[in-house]
């Protein structure tokens, strides 16, 4: 599932490859039930919980496995 991360139907976001990020139907639920919070960072997604713990840094680069 693909998500707007400016919302189309409520902020006039488009529906281009800057404003999207994929998602499971799990985290999408998530994401718009406000327990998730996906931004774009330098045209990559940081996830962040609501009370701001950061799940990945897209700064920080791939995740290396260990």
């Known amino acids: 599932r693909m998500h707007h991360i400016r919302w189309w139907t409520r902020d006039g976001g488009l529906s281009d490859i800057d404003n999207l990020v994929a998602s499971c139907d799990w985290h999408h639920t998530r994401i718009h039930e406000g327990h998730l919070i996906v ?7 940081r996830f962040t919980l609501p009370d701001g ?8 680069g791939p995740d290396d496995g260990g």
Do not use: F, N, Y
């Not at 931004?39 to 997604?45: A, K, L, S, T, Y």
């Open 39 to 45: 931004e774009m960072v330098d045209g990559r997604p």
């Open 53 to 60: 713990t950061t799940l990945h840094d897209p700064r920080a």
